[in-house]
């Protein structure tokens, strides 16, 4: 069973921004990790599911985003 949990205006301001801020570092830390593979792909083989799972992270949290400022106003 599901309950509701009533968020204020200024609560959700911050949980906006919250996610803001994790996007933005997911997607920074996909791109350097994607970085690191090649530089160690050099040297031999090595995967790159971390970044993809950074990735995957920061596009839920952008999704997320976009749904609660939809439901903002």
């Not at 009533?6 to 990790?33: H, M, N, P, S």
């Not at 970044?51 to 939809?70: N, P, V």
Request: glycine residues 4%.
């Amino acid at each position: 069973m599901k309950r509701k949990v009533e968020i204020i205006v200024e609560e959700l301001g911050l949980i906006l921004d919250a996610l803001g801020d994790a996007i933005f570092y997911r997607d920074t830390r996909a791109r350097v990790l994607k970085m690191a593979v090649r530089r160690a792909a050099r040297r031999g083989p090595a995967s790159d599911s971390d970044r993809d799972d950074h990735k995957a992270k920061a596009r839920a949290y952008e999704a997320l985003a976009i749904k609660l400022r939809s439901n903002r106003d």
